[in-house]
Structures are given as structure tokens and as C-alpha cells.
């Protein structure tokens, strides 16, 4: 089976680190001096350790450590005042579901043992961007704006697809959605829009709507695709109450930027 299209994944998930702090630059002094006489020297005295250890330095960035992260390692680099930014349908995993995952991970793992359950779930309508602090509560407004007129609407999500990162640095394992794929995309359209009014990335043209349910670090898609893709499908469709299980609501539009989180309610 060949591999799904690529999907809006960043290489270190959420980016929860963006700061929305930008270091400030002090005013420099000014040495007035009378006419014909020179500056009198002066000695400085040596400030006090316990004084400099209440100001650490502010110019060292965050440590990248990937070790840390399961391993993931950033799309781009961080910077202060730049928050990562993503826009996605939340899917709120109910005991069912969690029951579900409970019989396609171990499964999983018999061909990939490194596979960890994503910690959320959602559709993603939007790439992994950057945005200033400053342009946070704007492009929140516009795509306010843009999703007001739409209707909620349920969608089910039942194929079982691989998935990668742009970088394959990434592996997910996810349900394609099969049914509500026009309303993404007329969702996706509106998302493109406002990124486009603030010079950002837009959405993948031909985009695998889906919810990933597990993850690792590589290309693991040669082990995952064939055998293992079959027996996970089995697994979904032979699941007691499956078909009622994978339908979702989707009666809200969320954006993550940073650590803040903007809800959107559909009528």
C-alpha cells in the first residue's frame, strides 16, 4: 500500500515552550564632561554573588534537548517572542475509544515496540506556524470571523493510515476520516484565508484529514504498512460499536499558540 500524504506535524509536537517574553535592551549612558577638563576616573566595586544570582541571564535560549522530548526534534528553532501556532477539531477521547487504542497499540507494537499514544487528539485544519506575540490576538479575531458562519456537523474517521512528518523524522499511526471530508476542506479553505492575510503557511492542497492515535520517532512505515495496517484495520472494523464510536461531532475550532488556547464554537 503506498504511503498517505504527508501531514501538518511539527518535528516537537505542541512547541508548549513558545515564550511570549522578548528580551528588552537598556538605554545607554551619557558622560557630559566640562569644557577643557577630563573625566576623574572611577573605581568600580565588585557586585556581590548573591546579588548576581537573583538576575539570571536572559540572552541564553532554552535547551533543545530531545532527550527530553521522546526524542522529537524542532521544525524550527525558538526564538522569544515567536509562538508556534496550530488550528485543529478537538476529539475528546471517551472510555470506548480509550478501549479501542487499548487493542490496536499492542498490536502495533509487535512490528514497531517504540509506538507511544499521542497525549490529545484532533483533525488537524492547519500546519505547524510561526507567530509573533504581538499578532496572537489579531489573527485569533480574524479566524473568529471566519468561523462563525459554519454549522456543526458529524464526521467518522475509520481507516487506518500511516502517516509521516515533511521531515520523517516522525511516525503516525491514525483514522483517516471517511465521511465530512467536503466540510474540512471548506474549513481548511477559510483557515488558508486568515493565514494568508498575516503571510503565513497555508494547509497541504490535497489534505488526509485524520485523528493520530500513536506515534515514534523515524520512518517507521516500511514495518507499519502491509501486514500491520491490515490487522489494525480488522481490528477497528471488528470493534463492538465501532461504527457509532468513530462518528464525531465537530462543534468547535480550536488554536493552540504557545501555551494559550482559543476556542471557536460552530452553531
Not at 544570582?53 to 526564538?79: C, L, V, W
Request: aromatic share 10%; net charge negative.
Amino acid at each position: 500500500m503506498s504511503s498517505a500524504p504527508l501531514v501538518g506535524y511539527s518535528s516537537s509536537g505542541s512547541e508548549d515552550e513558545a515564550e511570549a517574553v522578548a528580551a528588552g535592551q537598556s538605554k545607554p549612558g551619557s558622560d557630559f564632561h566640562r569644557c577643557g577638563q577630563n573625566p576623574v576616573p572611577s573605581e568600580k566595586l565588585p557586585v556581590p554573588d548573591s546579588v548576581l544570582s537573583m538576575f539570571p541571564s536572559t540572552e541564553e535560549g532554552p535547551e533543545d534537548d530531545s532527550a527530553k522530548h521522546g526524542g522529537r526534534i524542532r521544525t524550527f528553532p525558538h526564538e522569544r517572542g515567536n509562538w508556534a501556532t496550530h488550528i485543529y477539531i478537538p476529539y475528546e477521547a471517551k472510555e470506548d475509544f480509550r478501549d479501542l487504542l487499548d487493542a490496536l497499540l499492542p498490536q502495533a507494537q509487535m512490528f514497531v515496540p517504540r509506538l507511544v499514544l499521542m497525549e490529545e487528539f484532533h483533525v488537524s485544519l492547519s500546519q505547524s506556524v510561526v507567530l509573533r506575540h504581538h499578532w496572537i490576538l489579531p489573527f485569533v479575531q480574524v479566524l473568529k470571523d471566519r468561523m462563525a458562519s459554519f454549522q456543526r456537523f458529524f464526521f467518522t474517521a475509520n481507516r487506518v493510515k500511516i502517516y509521516t512528518n515533511q521531515e520523517k523524522t516522525r511516525t503516525f499511526i491514525g483514522l483517516e476520516v471517511s465521511s465530512g471530508h467536503a466540510q474540512f476542506l471548506d474549513l481548511v479553505s477559510e483557515v488558508d484565508r486568515a493565514m494568508k492575510e498575516f503571510d503565513l503557511t497555508t494547509f497541504y492542497q490535497d489534505p488526509s484529514f485524520h485523528v493520530s492515535l500513536a506515534w515514534c520517532v523515524g520512518d517507521a512505515r516500511p514495518q507499519l504498512e502491509g501486514q500491520c495496517l491490515q490487522e489494525l484495520q480488522e481490528i477497528v472494523d471488528e470493534f463492538e460499536d465501532s461504527e457509532m464510536l468513530l462518528r464525531v461531532l465537530a462543534n468547535q475550532v480550536r488554536c493552540k499558540s504557545g501555551n494559550k488556547f482559543f476556542s471557536m464554537p460552530l452553531k
